[in-house]
């Protein structure tokens, strides 16, 4: 039987994920909260939809949700976005769109 780091691959995937991009909805991120947040019943949501649908897009490219998350991470590092989600959010939201791609 082989024995596996599991906190350690995770961690190696999540690090892989990391890399530059340029983010237009960023300046809106408060914003569009605000209007998810209206009128909402239960717990607020953090992150806009717009950041979902772009990690909706990263996964359509066969990039595991934990390369997502480490790619969120670098972002926030790099003061580009806000917050990042980790990959079970991103999973659980990405599955509740319906996202058609042309």
Excluded at 7 to 25: M, N, W
Aim: proline share 3%.
């Amino acid at each position: 039987m082989i024995n596996r780091d599991f906190k350690k691959c995770t961690e190696q995937l999540v690090k892989r994920g990391e890399y530059l991009l340029d983010l237009d909805f960023v300046e809106r991120w408060n914003q569009e909260l605000v209007e998810m947040n209206k009128n909402k019943v239960g717990a607020l949501f953090k992150f806009p939809n717009s950041l979902i649908q772009l990690q909706a897009v990263w996964h359509g490219k066969s990039i595991p949700y934990r390369m997502i998350e480490g790619m969120t991470v670098r972002l926030v590092e790099m003061s580009e976005l806000p917050d990042y989600n980790d990959y079970t959010t991103v999973d659980r939201r990405v599955n509740k769109m319906s996202i058609k791609m042309k």
